[in-house]
Nanobody, 115 residues
Framework: QVQLVESGGGLVQPGGSLRLSCAAS????????MSWHRQAPGKERELVAVISSAGDSTNYADSVKGRFTISRDNAKNTVYLQMNSLKPEDTAVYYC????????WGQGTQVTVSS
């Protein structure tokens, strides 16, 4: 059974940083485009960042450009999201997504930005 397991969420003060990880198992990770999405209460899920299978191309939502960095380690089957200068509006459940012929989702990790 394919698994995407997110970790690294938590409570952080505005201006702080967090690093999310998503570990994949039972997929050929290097074939998959990986992305992070988030969903805040009462809002639709939105794309935050995406990275190509080889890790040589990335894209970001305008709201996180310059603050968040997506990266991957294909040897470890893991994708990361480094989040800096966090704002209260970044509060959401963050989901990992793997896409290549089929789509898989992780279970999500809560990020709360509050003083």
């Amino acid at each position: 059974q394919v698994q995407l397991v997110e970790s690294g969420g938590g409570l952080v003060q505005p201006g702080g940083s967090l690093r999310l990880s998503c570990a994949a198992s039972r997929i050929t990770f290097s074939r998959y485009t990986m992305s992070w999405h988030r969903q805040a209460p009462g809002k639709e899920r939105e794309l935050v960042a995406v990275i190509s299978s080889a890790g040589d191309s990335t894209n970001y939502a305008d709201s996180v450009k310059g603050r968040f960095t997506i990266s991957r380690d294909n040897a470890k089957n893991t994708v990361y999201l480094q989040m800096n200068s966090l704002k209260p509006e970044d509060t959401a459940v963050y989901y990992c997504n793997a896409r290549w012929q089929v789509i898989y989702w992780g279970q999500g990790t809560q990020v709360t930005v509050s003083s």
